[in-house]
């Protein structure tokens, strides 16, 4: 019993032990707070930046540019990419023109040719020229999946719940 | 010192508290103000942007991949109202810039941009004054604006603001583009602004151009979305070669201008697939500046002469003709018939073009000399029943169903019409009286070429739709004639063309044909004096690959098919079986031997 008291006593006769738990309790619950809310920062603050990437690649913010300010002409979004690509595909095709090609082959010193100039020979396993084809015919079809994947999209907590639902499911024996 | 020390904090904290409170209280406040609600429609505002998304309009090739129709980027020009700091000095850039552009190379197109440039950005802020910008005229504006910038720097004016483009905006979308310019204009066409147009472009117009689809975008990076998937515009190929159109299209400008032709139309057809390879026409369009159509067009003037042109055919008719008497059994190859140079039919007597008789001849020998009295006694023998049945499995007085717009059925009378007489048949026998269009022509005669059978005539090749192609599989429309009497037919024709040594034949290669000199008829009756020059003839005979029809209208150098459009459908031929790769005939057949 005395052994109780003296220890009673001697804990009750240091109060700055008291106080160092109680500085020491905030200040853990102080930086746990701040480690969270660093993390959760951390976490918007990309998902936000790569949010604003993927608005970007989408469409140009604000739909125009400036003419005193955008001094050469970057496609970023997918719609201006799509659009330089259909450019430059024209530009090709203007190059590549019949005109063109007839022109460039006349100066390089070909001439068209004649029926009576043209020696026919059998080549084995040749194969003609064949049109175009630009795709492949029609197969299965694909699946309709996100571009976007949830990674990018939920939360921590929303992670944390789908998680949780997940191992539910596992749990009670059915396929995630 | 301690309760110095305590009264410091407690000045501080109360110092903090009222802080927070007072954000607190006007947070609160806010939230329940008469502008709270003015907030809360800002904050929608800018909450989410409507974008427009227009996906690109289909492109189109030719069967080897070549581009004949694009996009190119253009810029639609606005001015950003808040941004504006000289409104005088982007009017006169922009008006000055635009020159080149027809609609705004205007006097009052200054005063225009002056007047929105200089307006308060109250209900709008952006206000579009100019589309269809080139990248050039752009690029010269970037300039200008960079050189305002280097002449005004660091300079301030009080009584007038510098000389700036601030608040001239562009953004970028898709115009179509041709990098052929005019070849093949006649088959590729346009759609103008209105949604009106020509050719297959106007054809398959809903295909090309895709879905434009408004889209809220989310301002909030957060809430970043898929897009919804924009349907594509479907790329057409087509069946056109890009060198023989070019080719043949050269040939007709030589022949039009050689002949002193008002006009013609050269039509290459793969008999056995109904595939057109090349269809050359006058006048042509530079699809680029096809809002000069009109110029280049006068009125009445079809955009397409090869389909939506009709006219008599002429003596190229009796191919069919005597195609539908050897099968109908009327007449065999070696039926003997005499000419005495008049048959009458119907109370209208018939003539040769010579006005000539010729005395007895076989049937090879009324096609060869084309006359009309032996043709028209065929007609009379087969009887009206028969012959309009065949002339409507021919397809004559239908539509071709050819895929490209403004196809015209042409006209053939029948009997029991109200404008049938009986003297018809006896004309419409070499072509008078009978109105078709080119196209309807060559692909009733490729029955003759393929066996008897009519292949749907047609340009569309394949398309290309969401990352699949299809392709257009060839198609039987009608078989008129046997495969013997076409073999019989087109023996009879080629045989023709050697023993008249006519400017048709080709060195190296059988081809059989038939020409057509056909008088145009006023209101009065043959009397113009004026003829329409012909020919329609295909090869190798034994394996044809291509049919060729070449029509000059009204060609001043000489009135006859024989003369005139002979030695061009040569010429042709003489081209395409370099071209398509075809060997002089006894070298095919040597390779085939062995």
Redesign the interface.
Known sequence: MDRVQLLAQAYSQAPWRRQIQIIGAFLLALVTVWVIAAIYLDV?AR??????E??DM???????????V??D?E?TS???L???N??L??R???L????NM?ERAYDMGFR?????G?V?I?VPDYV??Q?????????PIAN?T???TSA??ESLVDWIKDQLFQASEILKGSQP | MKIEHDRRYLLLAAIFGVVALVIGVQLLRLQFSPEADAFRAQAKLYEKELHVYSPPRGEIYDRWGNLLAGNKIVYEVGIELTLVENPETVAFALSKALLGHEEYDQSTYYSEVFAIASLEPVTRTYWAVADYVTEEEVATLKRWAEEYQVLYAGQTSKDAPLPSLRGLVYRSHLMRSYPENELAANIIGFVNRKGEGYGVEMKFDEMMAGASEAIWILRDPNKAENMPRVEQGVDLILTIDRQIQDTVEEILDQAIDVNGAEGGVIIVLDPKTGEIIAMATTPRLDLNEYWKFGQVYPSGTPFNPAVSEDYEPGSVFKVLTMAAALDNETVTPNTEFYDNGVFEIGGITIHNWNYGAWGPQNMQGCMQHSLNVCLAWIASEMGQNDFYRYMQAFGIGHLTGVDMAGEVSGRLKIPGDDDWFESDLGTNAFGQGVAVTPLQLVSAISAVANDGKIMAPHVLRAFVDRGYQYTVPPQVVRAPISAETAKILSDMLAASLEEEASDALVEGYRVAGKTGTAEIPTPLGYTSGETNASFVGWGPVDDPRFVVYVWLKKPSSSPWGSVVAAPVFRQVVERLVVLMNIPPDDIRQALTSQ
Do not use: C, M
């Open positions: 918007t998902a936000a930046t790569i949010g604003r993927i608005q989408q469409v140009r913010s604000g739909g125009v540019l400036r003419i005193d955008q001094k002409y496609p997918i719609e201006e799509e659009q330089y259909a450019s595909q024209l090709l095709a203007n590549t023109s019949d005109a007839a068209p040719a004649e029926p009576g043209i026919y059998v003609p020229q049109p175009v084809t630009l795709a492949p015919p029609p197969g309709n996100p571009i976007i990018y999209k």
